[in-house]
């Protein structure tokens, strides 16, 4: 039997699921990440699936969504996107030492995942942390520079850019460190799963396939420690298809 928990690691409220056959016991541990405009609780489809194969599964909340909402319009929050995944890679540091002390994760086994923002927040957390052990991406993006150049273009269409130029420049600058993509060595042979839908057009696929693309050529023929599942004609909503493959590559690797 599944147990669901309302915890705070390291100050960051989250949902810890678990069989409670287990109790405390170290087990291998997954971080799982939200999506924008969503919270921790919406997510629970996928904690299910991992933990009853033994996973333990932390649900944390990002700033500025569901408990930490802090009264923003939906406009305010679009502009602090990236501060917000900026924040959750820090997040997931403090979530880290927290189960860490607490003993909770099996032989340093953790892994990040997400949805669409959590994806990309997931990228950037394996780019950024060497002791994270693999990642699954759904929907999400490992290249933030291009990915922080298509929405700037696409609220300059809409006329609702609120920063100059300059200042947006900088801030694209601020986001090559944690840009996945452009260091492709940081992975290194660490198990990467993603599965996108081909139709979607909020967070477009290209980019996270030609990533793809470019580490499977790194592994060996055969080897599934780098998976790409590309579902025609989804958008931008996980299939219960891919979730379930998801699950299932994780509690291979992890």
Known sequence: MLT???ESFGGVPALHI??????????????????????????????????????RVVLPEARHHGERREGLTEKQRLFKFWSIV???????????DSLEEQQLIKDSRLFTAGTSMGGILTCGALAAFPWIKGGAVMMGNPAWESYA????????????FPISDEKAEQEIQQLLHYDLSQQPALLGDRPLFFWHGREDNVVP???????????????????DTIMYHLEEKAMHKVSREGMLAMADWTVKHI
């Open 4 to 6: 669901i928990e309302d």
């Open 205 to 223: 696929y290209e980019d996270s396939y030609a990533f793809y693309e470019k580490i499977k050529q790194t592994r060996l023929i055969g080897d």
């Open 86 to 96: 900026i924040e959750g890679l820090q997040d997931t540091q403090s979530i880290r």
């Open 149 to 160: 150049r298509q929405q700037i273009k696409i609220l300059k269409e809409q006329g609702t």
């Open 18 to 55: 678990y069989d409670m056959n287990e109790g405390r016991t170290p087990l291998p541990t997954m971080l799982y990440w939200h999506g924008f405009s969503s919270a921790k609780e919406h997510n629970l489809d996928f904690a299910y699936q991992l933990a009853k194969k033994g996973i």
